[in-house]
């Protein structure tokens, strides 16, 4: 499934069909975000741009002509999390800045959290951006198993900063309960966009196939710097 907004792409690749027969094996979820791709910048809509993979999955599956979404980060992002309006989420200002002392209500049930409760492993790749001021609105209290990527709402892609500051992390809750937050200091120098994505391929490829798998991957690209 392929969705589109005027800035913000979401691909679904898998997804969980609203009434699935008790028998059935729940599906595994790949959801996948392109971030700040311009709705004509697509192969298939006609650019000279050259997007053979994002043309591929239009191709083959359903694109989603008239929608809802948000035009930045925060608000759109909260939005497809949560399934509500900013305007009910508390997203409707704008994004989250670095720093700043807010994020997404921590009353909110977000996907992976649904997902979790009804025996889905969870992980997220890439961009979260829906709040980091305490530990509970970031993404391994907010339904992922394990989170790889940066919390704010850009960052260079090969220094991995942002104003400055490393914002590369590997988080996730260890067999104690406890929350571990890593800062990968190790992969300054590398494209973000190519981390993202063998972490994705490793997610899957390192599932235990017994349980569903919910995978969130979020990128960064286009969106700036370039």
């Known amino acids: 499934m392929l969705v589109s907004s005027s800035t913000v792409p979401i691909f679904l690749i898998s997804f969980l069909s609203p009434i699935l027969p008790s028998c059935a094996a729940p599906p595994h979820i790949l959801m996948v975000v392109v971030d700040d791709l311009g709705y004509q910048d697509a192969g298939f809509r006609g650019s000279d741009i050259l997007t053979p993979n994002l043309d591929q999955l239009a191709e083959e599956g359903v694109i989603l002509e008239n929608h809802y979404g948000m035009e930045v980060c925060s608000p759109s992002r909260g939005s497809l999390l949560t399934g509500r309006y900013a305007i009910r989420t508390g997203l409707w200002k704008g994004i989250i800045r670095p720093g700043e002392e807010f994020g997404l209500d921590l ?13 889905y492993k969870t992980h997220g790749v890439g961009k979260w951006h829906l709040g980091m001021f305490s530990w509970g609105h970031t993404p391994a209290r907010r339904g992922f198993d394990t989170f790889f990527g940066l919390f704010t709402g850009e960052q260079k892609y090969f220094t991995h900063t942002n104003n400055g500051k490393l914002d590369f992390r590997d988080t996730y809750i260890n067999e104690n309960g406890e929350l571990v937050d890593e800062l990968r200091r190790d992969l300054a120098g590398q494209y973000n966009t190519r981390l993202f994505t063998d972490q994705a391929v490793k997610v899957i490829q390192n599932h235990d196939t017994r349980s569903p798998l919910f995978l969130y991957l979020a990128y960064t690209a286009p969106h700036i710097p370039l």
Do not use: S
């Open 107 to 119: 009353n909110e049930t977000l996907l992976p959290e649904m997902l979790k409760r009804n025996g």
